[in-house]
């Protein structure tokens, strides 16, 4: 196994720089906390050594990363999280992972030196090596909303092909066919599924399957701004449009102000999975799915200290309600 001497000298940096980066420390430069971190995960290297290690001397505390702690549905889940955790005499550090696979890595890898007892994941993509040795060292984990191919471990998460069959629905009955859907990443499970399950159902909606209707974002508002940008810009111009997430959904109105203007921006119908609070007092208003993130991270919290436990701990998947602001 890789010990922190072999991360340095694989990093090209001291033995000191590499001790102070993996533990956290800001003392130590972007370039050199870049390179060791590198390293670490070629080395596929845990703080503190052996796995036996961590299981030996976990602590009372639990990790919580979660994907971007401005979006609500994060905060509402991060909020529950850590109350359920309170109830049972464990406390939480929260991490936000910036919807950036890199910076969840680091956070990972700090998460293992800090000897967490366990780790509630709203994960940014694929498996990664950090991700790979933590699970290796037997440390119990939990996964908040999005899962991850090949992770075998309890997932408590929003029923997205429930929503958007809510939102098909929901725009067959305003009599839309010519739909932008701006999606999320495909390399994320949310944003695979929730735009899967509006492919396969807008053509028995009565929803074009012209695909220049379809662009990604990056589950972020500028991202989708962008997005919405480029769509607009092949000449498309949509009855309705359906954000697969709450700030994409406000990425994709800026992205139509800024192209076309706030008149006309207006005409076009809007539909969110997810639902933000200043939605109701768009011109406008904003209909939206509605999903449960404080549940989401209620469950997440209470099955992880059972697995801790040692009880069993099961997925669930939580039914979302569809919030119709056209007809109010």
């Known amino acids: 196994m890789a010990t922190i001497k072999d991360v340095a000298e694989r990093a090209g940096v001291s033995l000191g720089t590499a ?6 420390s800001s003392q130590t430069s972007p370039d050199s906390r870049a390179r060791v971190f ?10 503190h050594g052996p ?8 602590t009372e505390v639990l990790g919580l990363l979660v994907s971007d702690i401005r979006n609500p549905f994060f905060s509402q889940l991060a909020h529950a999280a ?42 940014q993509g694929p498996v990664s090596p950090q991700l790979t040795s933590l699970l290796a060292s037997g440390l119990p984990v939990v996964l908040l909303n ?21 939102v098909l629905d929901w725009l067959q009955s305003r009599g839309h066919r010519d739909v932008a859907f701006i999606g999320g990443p495909p ?44 769509l607009l810009d092949r000449g498309t111009r949509p ?22 203007g706030a008149a006309e921006a207006s005409r076009i119908e809007v539909v969110s999975f997810d639902d933000l609070d200043w939605f109701e007092f768009a011109t406008p208003a904003i209909s939206a799915v ?14 992880l200290l059972d697995l801790i436990a040692g009880k069993d701990a099961f997925s669930q998947r939580i039914t979302t309600t569809f919030v119709d602001r056209a007809n109010i």
């Open 51 to 58: 796995a036996r290690a961590l299981r030996r001397a976990r």
């Open 82 to 123: 850590e109350r359920e955790a309170m109830k049972r005499g464990y406390t939480v550090i929260l991490a936000n992972a910036n919807e950036d696979a890199s910076q969840a890595d680091e956070y990972l890898r700090i998460f293992a030196s800090q000897r967490i007892a366990g780790l509630l994941l709203a994960p």
């Open 290 to 303: 509605k999903h449960d993130g404080a549940e989401i991270g209620r469950l997440g919290a209470h099955g």
């Open 19 to 24: 001790s102070r980066v993996l533990s956290g």
């Open 239 to 260: 009855s309705a449009v359906f954000g697969a997430n709450g700030p994409t959904t406000l990425g994709a109105v800026r992205g139509m102000r800024r192209r076309l």
């Open 187 to 230: 390399t994320i499970s949310t944003g695979a599924e929730r735009q899967e399950a509006y492919l396969a159902g807008r053509e028995s909606h009565g929803i074009s399957t012209d695909d220049s209707l379809i662009e990604t974002g990056d589950f972020l508002e500028e991202g989708a701004a962008a997005a919405m940008i480029r």
């Open 146 to 166: 999005r899962s991850i191919e090949g992770v075998d471990a309890p997932l408590y998460a929003t029923d997205n092909a429930q929503g958007v069959g809510l």
């Open 38 to 47: 590198a390293a670490a995960g070629e080395l596929n290297y845990v703080a």
